[in-house]
T-cell receptor, first 114, second 111 residues
Framework: NSKVIQTPRYLVKGQGQKAKMRCIPE?????VFWYQQNKNNEFKFLIN????????QIDMTEKRFSAECPSNSPCSLEIQSSEAGDSALYLC????????????FGPGTRLLVL | QQKVQQSPESLIVPEGAMTSLNCTFS??????FAWYRQHSGKAPKALMS????GEKEEGRFTIHLNKASLHFSLHIRDSQPSDSALYLC???????????FGAGTRLAVCP
């Protein structure tokens, strides 16, 4: 079973509202990824971290999305002003090393924006 | 930008059959090729991965990579109902371990 913990499992927001979800990576995994999986099962990479440092992020993340992985606290992904198109499954994954390819996923937070 | 495509979109096979899933990618410099499996409502889980051309077998699962053809595949021998899931192929090119996923093949194995 996955050891990556994501909360909440389900999130319902109105358009324009903030939506925040959290991820606790597997113990000993300093590398964390966020992906968005839409209703067609398509994955979109959002951002990844090594410890607190952002390694890579897409343009979408730079505008309405913000993410952080503070020391000794869960990682978080927040959408500042939710849009209907943001409705998706948000998956967090972790990895034990930066050059370790296998990623270990959590069960996701399913966001519905009404 | 890397494009990863899977075929078929969905597949129904009888229990005990051989199942073959396909994945094509666009970046010839890709370095890591993997299959993940996602049961409904569950986390995607890595099944198998390969780095260089050839085949690798683990139990009932075989992964085959042909970089020149920009293609890799997953073969499941003696398919079981518990294999019913969404199968996702993933490719890494470049640094920082970002994976590009295909849109998945939904497999149903009927008893």
């Amino acid at each position: 079973n996955s050891k990556v913990i994501q909360t909440p499992r389900y999130l319902v927001k109105g358009q324009g509202q903030k939506a925040k979800m959290r991820c606790i990576p597997e113990k000993g995994h300093p590398v964390v990824f966020w992906y968005q999986q839409n209703k067609n099962n398509e994955f979109k990479f959002l951002i990844n971290f090594q410890n607190q440092e952002v390694l890579q992020q897409i343009d979408m993340t730079e505008k309405r999305f913000s993410a952080e992985c503070p020391s000794n606290s869960p990682c978080s992904l927040e959408i500042q002003s939710s849009e209907a198109g943001d409705s998706a499954l948000y998956l967090c994954a972790s990895s034990p090393r930066r050059n370790q390819d296998t990623q270990y996923f959590g069960p996701g937070t399913r966001l519905l924006v009404l | 930008q890397q494009k990863v495509q899977q075929s078929p979109e969905s597949l129904i096979v009888p229990e005990g059959a051989m199942t073959s899933l396909n994945c094509t990618f666009s970046d010839s410099a890709s370095q890591y090729f993997a299959w993940y499996r996602q049961h409904s409502g569950k986390a995607p889980k890595a099944l198998m991965s390969i780095f260089s051309n050839g085949e690798k077998e683990e139990g009932r699962f075989t992964i085959h990579l042909n970089k020149a053809s920009l293609h890799f595949s997953l073969h499941i021998r003696d398919s079981q109902p518990s294999d019913s899931a969404l199968y996702l192929c993933a490719v890494r090119s470049g640094s920082f371990n970002k994976l590009t996923f295909g849109a998945g093949t939904r497999l149903a194995v009927c008893p």
